[in-house]
């Protein structure tokens, strides 16, 4: 079993920047890759980036490309999505997810509860 927890959610201006952050607990060890998703209301959950937690080999949807950078520490299990240049669009809960290396390619099996972005325009 692996928890995740999002923070760094909240409010903010168009143009402006916010640091999302997913800690990982539990049987980390088995994590083979993490990743952000996002859900606007009325609309699909959508994938936002991801990033292998062994390489660093990073995904970005294309609508965040060039303004959302994925990162993360290993040493204390997180992961981090940086976003600039937010446009209202954006606007979302943000969920953190993870890959187990013994799930199948492409699964997510552990979800958090998700954080919530707001961009004002």
């Known amino acids: 079993q692996v928890q995740l927890v999002e923070s760094g959610g909240g409010l903010v201006q168009a143009g402006g920047s916010l640091r999302l952050s997913c800690a990982a607990s539990?049987?980390?060890?088995?994590?083979?890759?993490m990743g952000w998703f996002r859900q606007a209301p009325g609309k699909e959950r959508e994938f936002v980036a991801a990033?292998?937690?062994?390489?660093?080999?990073?995904d970005y949807a294309t609508s965040v490309k060039g303004r959302f950078t994925i990162s993360r520490d290993n040493a204390k299990n997180t992961v981090y999505l940086q976003m600039n240049s937010l446009k209202p669009e954006d606007t979302a809960v943000y969920y953190c997810?993870?890959?187990?290396?013994?799930?199948?390619?492409?699964?997510?099996?552990?979800w958090g509860q998700g954080t919530r972005v707001t961009v004002s325009s």
């Open positions: 997810a993870a890959q187990s290396i013994y799930g199948n390619y492409n699964q997510y099996r552990y």
């Open positions: 539990g049987r980390t060890f088995s994590i083979y890759a």
């Open positions: 990033i292998n937690w062994s390489g660093g080999n990073t």
